[in-house]
């Protein structure tokens, strides 16, 4: 009797002992627990927003203002492209780009897209541009792009028209050149959105071709 008494109690207490270590080892647990939540909690509150800007710009654009990108072609190989207001008009991707010349209309005030056009100017009809360039209606902004060759076909007509709607460079403009450009139809002085590059043989990028360009910036919209 007195043996298993014995053994009884030492049962009771390894089930007590185990008991304990049983506790004491899920709230340990359960405290890790709380605590990783906690951290969890403080790292998804430090995240750092991405702020998202229209077509990509490097800061976003101020109220009242309409944001742009514009790039020109890489030698004749990949074409240009141009957003306004987070929409692409013209790229590479929607194939509505061409050798030359590519421009796009938008409303200054609404900032509607009116058209857009490519214009070859290695081979094409010089006259179809002119024809465009006058009837842009006033109050217009003009975006343009060039891809492979934009002057070949370049007259003094097209210099003068290009240089009224703000452009420094029109009237350089030549063979396989790059340029990038916004101005407006009705603007007074030269347009501070414009790069242009030289082909030179002794600096170009491409073989035949200068590097392509990339402009992008914030427009104030037209108030009447």
């Not at 991707?93 to 200054?108: E, H, I, P, T």
């Not at 420094?168 to 002085?189: E, H, I, M, N, P």
Request: glycine letters at 8%; a positive charge; proline letters at 4%.
């Amino acid at each position: 009797m007195r043996r298993s008494g014995v053994l009884r109690l030492l049962a009771l207490i390894f089930a007590l002992v185990s008991t304990w270590i049983f506790l004491r080892s899920f709230s340990s647990l359960n405290m890790k627990t709380i605590h990783l939540s906690r951290w969890l909690a403080d790292l998804d509150s430090k995240k750092v927003e991405v702020v998202r800007t229209k077509c990509g710009l490097s800061k976003p654009c101020p109220d009242n203002f309409f944001a742009f990108k514009i790039s020109s072609g890489a030698a004749n190989v990949v074409g240009p492209s141009i957003c306004f207001e987070n929409l692409v008009i013209m790229s590479p991707v929607k194939n509505n780009v061409g050798r030359g010349l590519n421009f796009a209309l938008v409303n200054g005030t609404t900032g509607v897209v009116l058209t857009h056009k490519c214009f070859d100017m290695y081979s094409g009809d010089v006259t179809l541009l002119v024809k465009f360039l006058k009837e842009i209606p006033e109050g217009t902004l003009v975006l343009v792009a060039s891809y492979d060759d934009p002057g070949t076909k370049m007259n003094d007509e097209t210099r003068k028209l290009l240089t009224n709607l703000g452009s420094s460079y029109a009237k350089q403009l030549g063979f396989r050149d790059s340029w990038v450009f916004l101005g407006a139809r009705d603007l007074r002085d030269k347009s501070p959105f414009e790069q242009f590059l030289k082909n030179n043989p002794d600096t170009n990028k491409y073989e035949g071709w200068p590097e392509l360009l990339e402009l992008e910036g914030c427009v104030p919209q037209k108030v009447y």
